[in-house]
């Protein structure tokens, strides 16, 4: 599954994800973080690419709003604040038992979480 990180998932689990294999990009890597949620999503799905959040509330809103009209969207994962902040590895073992279950293609519309 490729994914995107937002600004609030610390940069520890790009370079951890990265280190095992998982295609993984940044909003801080592509200079996006100032972005507005709305705009992450379109690069996100402009890449093909899951986005990956610890903002639940305004995701899971823009999800919807994404699909009632038809706009773009290559399915978010949500993670917990603590887990994100605390546990990066464990992020990224949750992304990869989540790929193994679901497998790599992305989905669209698909607003999930993520189990750390």
């Known amino acids: 599954m490729r994914s995107y990180l937002d600004e609030n998932v ?13 295609d993984i990009e940044s909003s801080h890597e592509a200079g996006n973080d100032a972005l507005t949620d709305p705009r992450q999503l379109d690069c996100a799905a402009a890449q093909g690419r ?22 773009a969207h290559a399915g978010v994962l949500i993670i917990s604040h603590g887990n994100s902040q605390h546990a990066p590895r464990r ?6 038992r989540y790929v193994e279950r679901r497998g790599s293609a992305p989905a669209d519309y698909l607003c999930d979480f993520l189990r750390a």
């Open 91 to 96: 992020v990224v073992e949750a992304i990869m």
């Open 10 to 22: 610390p940069i520890d689990v790009l370079r951890i994800g990265r280190s095992l294999g998982l």
């Open 50 to 71: 899951c986005l990956i959040t610890i903002n639940r509330d305004d995701f899971i809103r823009l999800t919807n709003e994404f699909a009632s009209t038809d706009r």
